[in-house]
């Protein structure tokens, strides 16, 4: 499993500033105003040869201010789920009582402790730093995250304290699935019905599954392993003391997984929190089954079916790939229908494409319809190879990438569903200019 990085620290000391800068994009809102970033951020951060997810909390505040509860809660969460914390102060500012207080927290967290000491934009400000020593968390690293000042310092520390990746526990051909949704669309129940015996607790309570369960079984010779998450509610209720690490943990179940299982409520219908649990899935580059549960429990005629899918990919035509499967995880209705899927999803999803056959493909798709000009020229493909699987990737080596329209690699990925199946999956294209 990959580690994880947390950033800690009272409001406005630069967290999201610094998360920022270390992932490269500005995924997390900056603003002078305390407590502004009220929900973490998650990313995937690489620094030298090693990857980590980094995770963007709220400040820790002591007093009645708006968000306290709320951004306190976040804190924790990312101190218990972290392998190492970056303590944010602010140079200016000296230690102050919540400082103090962070550190006490931090101190009993038992976790390996960076203290980055912001907004050291100048030389001269660095004899400052001595008085940080005070908080007892070792040596201060002064940075400027607003100027990238001394990251590379904070990052080269962050991944000498890293610990050692953990080994894949699985056998390369087991199939990892993770089933994902809100709460009480029947995760627990179509994991059991998988498994074909009660292994989690199904309940009617939102939130009964707290953590990542894994389940490891065969069927027809082929070993599966599905990890059960708790249900991704909406931010604001995810901070109740009964499933605040749920997101976390879903998050690291997804990120562990090949194919991840979508689950929606039939009866309730789609909400816009079921678009935004498939994005996590998409985002993370992961294969995809849209799951339509409770499929007993609404009437139907001719055309359900066909009206239900409709609906689905008019709603998520971000995943337009993902395979859709109607069911009943409670009375097993076509769940039989399921696991073909999976196995072809995860085919799919593992699929290596001859170099040759490919470049065919794609000279093909090039004078079927050439590109027209974009950014000052028009994009020209050399060459292109598959660098990977899970998900399929293919680099394309071209004259110019800034010349490539976002429409026509969308034309090159339909492509290359065309002529290769690639259903259930998501497709990557990396831009190379030729030198």
């Known amino acids: 499993m990959i580690p994880s990085v947390a950033i800690v620290g009272r409001p406005n000391v630069g967290k999201s500033t610094l998360f920022n800068r270390i992932i490269g994009q500005r995924l997390s809102i900056t603003d002078e ?102 908080l007892g968390l070792g040596d ?69 599954t707290r953590d990542a369960i894994d389940s490891i079984f065969e069927k027809d010779d082929q070993e599966y392993v599905v990890i059960d998450t708790a249900g991704l509610r909406k931010r604001g209720k995810v901070y109740e003391a009964a499933e605040k690490y749920s997101v976390l943990r879903a998050m690291s179940a997804i990120e562990r997984s090949d194919v991840a299982l979508i689950l929606i409520d039939a009866e309730q219908g789609i909400i816009e929190q079921d678009k935004k649990i498939a994005g996590f899935a998409h985002e993370a580059g992961k294969g995809v089954i849209i799951v339509v549960n409770k499929w007993d429990a609404i009437e139907k005629g001719n055309r359900t079916m066909n009206l239900w899918e409709d609906k689905i990919r008019s709603h998520f035509q971000f995943i337009s790939y993902a395979p859709i499967i109607y069911l009943s995880a409670t009375t097993k209705q076509r769940l039989n229908t399921l696991f073909p899927v ?36 028009v994009i020209k493909a050399y060459y292109a190879t598959q660098v990977s699987v899970k998900p399929p990737t293919f680099v394309l080596f071209v004259n110019n990438n800034e010349w490539m329209h976002f429409t026509y690699e969308r034309y090159l990925k339909n492509q290359l569903r065309k002529a290769f199946d690639f259903e259930g999956c998501p497709i990557k294209i990396i831009l190379r200019k030729r030198d």
């Open 33 to 134: 105003t305390p407590g502004l970033t009220r929900d973490r951020i998650y990313a995937k951060a690489e620094w030298l040869t090693r990857s980590f997810n980094l995770i963007d909390t709220g400040g820790i505040d002591f007093d009645d201010a708006p968000f306290v509860h709320e951004i306190k809660s976040q804190t924790e969460i990312a101190i218990e789920e972290a392998d190492v914390i970056i303590f944010v102060v602010d140079i200016h500012s000296g230690i102050t009582e919540e400082d103090s207080m962070v550190a006490r927290m931090l101190y009993k967290a038992k976790k390996e402790v960076i203290l980055a000491v912001n907004k050291v934009d100048d030389v001269m400000m660095t004899d400052k730093l001595y008085e940080f020593y005070a």
């Open 140 to 208: 201060p690293i002064p940075v400027s995250a607003g100027h990238s000042v001394g990251v590379g310092d904070l990052l080269d520390k962050v991944i000498e304290s890293l610990p050692e990746s953990t080994p894949e526990p699985y056998d390369e051909d087991t199939i990892k699935m993770c089933l994902i949704g809100r709460p009480n669309v029947g995760k627990s129940s179509l994991t059991n019905a998988l498994l074909g015996v009660n292994r989690v607790i199904v309940s009617e309570i939102e939130g009964t």
């Open 342 to 377: 999976i196995n072809n999803v995860y085919k799919n999803y593992t699929r290596k494409v001859q170099t040759s056959v490919l470049n065919d493909v794609i000279s093909d798709a090039f004078h079927a319809n050439p590109p027209k000009s974009h950014g000052g020229g």
